[in-house]
């Protein structure tokens, strides 16, 4: 098993930045992808971002040069900064991790576990 804690949800403005972080505990060892999904209210989750341990980064279109994931300081902390927010980015994020099988980045089905969610609201 695997647990993942998130913080850094808030409020921010139309333009602002916010960040995000995700910590892993647990069985560790069998992790070699962390991830970025969200969820906004009556839509379906969908891929934000991601990093493997063999140095791939993806990222969504809708993120792509707005949004940096990274794992600077611990290899088990996934952080998300998020930049030029806009009120579409309003949803519940969520950070979950996957082994090396089969692992397809953007595909929610490749991720084993999952943490609670974090509200991110982006008043216009």
């Known amino acids: 098993q695997v647990q993942l804690v998130e913080s850094g949800g808030g409020l921010v403005q139309d333009g602002g930045s916010l960040s995000l972080s995700c910590t892993a505990s647990?069985?560790?060892?069998?992790?070699?992808?962390m991830g970025w999904f969200r969820q906004g209210r009556g839509l379906e989750r969908q891929f934000v971002a991601a990093?493997?341990?063999?140095?791939?980064?993806y990222y969504a279109d809708s993120v792509e040069g707005r949004f940096t994931i990274s794992n600077v300081d611990a290899k088990y902390t996934v952080y998300l900064r998020m930049n030029s927010l806009k009120p579409e980015d309003t949803a519940v994020y969520y950070c979950?991790?996957?082994?090396?099988?089969?692992?397809?980045?953007?595909?929610?089905?490749?991720?084993?576990?999952w943490g609670q969610g974090t509200q991110v609201t982006v008043s216009s």
């Open positions: 979950a991790t996957a082994d090396e099988w089969h692992y397809y980045p953007k595909y929610p089905g490749s991720y084993d576990y």
């Open positions: 647990g069985r560790t060892d069998s992790i070699y992808a």
């Open positions: 990093s493997t341990w063999s140095g791939g980064t």
